[in-house]
């Protein structure tokens, strides 16, 4: 079994920053990748960007692709997600997920195996 607990949304201007946590817990990860989605009201779930844990290969939506950034901290288990440059559209309920299979990149909701609560983020214009 694993934890995931999201923290470090909130409201921000058009244009702004903010950096997503997710602390991790329970099985060994280094055989996992992690994920984040977002979810906007009325939409559907949404891959954002992975990095799987063991050697850091990382991927991302083209949606966000050279704004966010998606890192990891070995040492406290803990997978972040740098955002840049945000816009309105970015407002959404964050998540992020663990995937058992880090071998291929998957970015359908039904591929993760375990899911953090979400966190708010949402940029005003």
């Known amino acids: 079994q694993v934890q995931l607990v999201e923290s470090g949304g909130g409201l921000v201007q058009a244009g702004g920053s903010l950096r997503l946590s997710c602390a991790a817990s329970?099985?060994?990860?280094?055989?996992?990748?992690m994920g984040w989605f977002r979810q906007a009201p009325g939409k559907e779930r949404e891959f954002v960007a992975r990095i799987r844990w063991n050697g850091g290969n990382t991927f991302y939506a083209e949606s966000v692709k050279g704004r966010f950034t998606i890192s990891r901290d070995n040492a406290n288990n803990t997978v972040y997600l740098q955002m840049n440059s945000l816009k309105p559209e970015d407002t959404a309920v964050y998540y992020c997920?663990?995937?058992?299979?880090?071998?291929?990149?998957?970015?359908?909701?039904?591929?993760?195996?375990?899911w953090g609560q979400g966190t708010q983020v949402t940029v005003s214009s």
């Open positions: 997920a663990a995937d058992r299979d880090y071998s291929i990149n998957h970015v359908r909701p039904n591929e993760y195996d375990y």
């Open positions: 329970g099985r060994t990860l280094s055989r996992y990748a």
